[in-house]
């Protein structure tokens, strides 16, 4: 059985903080990467950060330095550190297997067929 829940999305102003979790009850994270996505309106979903099975992180540029994501088996999470206007969307978890190709990067049409999505958690920064 899979169930991903996100949750600590809210409304923050610019400069200020906010904790992502994900929450999964599987009991089989360990074997799967996890990931970050996010989507704003109109704008297609993109990468945030990912984690693998040994810890290895992965950060999209528009992000690093600011944002930190870390993960204890069926937990995730992500802390987002002096947001901007632009990261305003609807955040999204994911666990997925790890690929040849992408390793525990893929683009979000890959995770679809890799593994499994979370319901999403909504962030605005104004």
């Known amino acids: 059985h899979v169930q991903l829940v996100e949750s600590g999305g809210g409304s923050v102003q610019a400069g200020e903080s906010l904790p992502l979790s994900c929450s999964d009850s599987?009991?089989?994270?360990?074997?799967?990467?996890m990931g970050w996505f996010r989507q704003a309106p109109g704008k297609e979903r993109e990468a945030v950060a990912d984690i693998d099975m040994y810890g290895t992180r992965n950060y999209a540029d528009s992000v690093k330095g600011r944002f930190t994501i870390s993960r204890d088996n069926g937990k995730m999470y992500l802390q987002m550190n002096s947001l901007k206007p632009e990261d305003t969307a609807m955040y999204y978890c994911?666990?997925?297997?790890?690929?040849?190709?992408?390793?525990?990067?893929?683009?979000?049409?890959?995770?679809?067929?890799?593994?499994?999505w979370g319901q999403g958690t909504q962030v605005t920064v104004s």
């Open positions: 994911a666990k997925y297997a790890r690929d040849i190709e992408f390793e525990c990067s893929p683009p979000p049409s890959v995770v679809t067929d890799l593994g499994y």
């Open positions: 599987s009991g089989t994270a360990s074997d799967y990467c």
